[in-house]
């Protein structure tokens, strides 16, 4: 199992920025695919962005051009929100799967039955 702790979360007008970050326990960079995910209330957990092991990226329409994600050696994901809206408030957590030997592949980067090891999240507040 990886431990992996999301920080940087918090309240913030409309058209602001956050980046979040997520520490991983073990050697993630090259190894491990990973990926943002968010739930807002009465709502199911979706993709927002992810990363592979060959560091390739894929990202939900909601976020796509207003978003960056990427990892720094050797355990830690970032990813860096601009032009917050109201509908991208929701608990954020991050996930990975690993180690592998080849990456989780662009079909299977954004599906969060892909990924076995959880965050405990981290509260991002939008207000208008």
């Known amino acids: 199992q990886v431990k992996l702790v999301e920080s940087g979360g918090g309240s913030v007008q409309a058209g602001g920025s956050l980046t979040l970050s997520c520490a991983a326990s073990?050697?993630?960079?090259?190894?491990?695919?990973m990926g943002w995910f968010r739930q807002a209330p009465g709502k199911e957990r979706e993709g927002v962005a992810a990363?592979?092991?060959?560091?390739?990226t894929r990202y939900a329409d909601s976020v796509k051009g207003r978003s960056s994600i990427y990892k720094e050696k050797p355990n830690t994901m970032y990813l860096q929100i601009n032009g917050l809206k109201p509908e991208d408030t929701a608990m954020y957590y991050c996930?990975?799967?690993?180690?592998?030997?080849?990456?989780?592949?662009?079909?299977?980067?954004?599906?969060?039955?892909?990924?076995?090891?959880w965050g405990q999240g981290t509260q991002v507040t939008v207000s208008s």
């Open positions: 073990v050697d993630t960079y090259s190894t491990y695919c």
């Open positions: 990363i592979d092991s060959d560091l390739s």
């Open positions: 996930a990975a799967e690993g180690p592998r030997r080849y990456g989780c592949g662009w079909h299977y980067m954004l599906r969060n039955t892909e990924y076995p090891n």
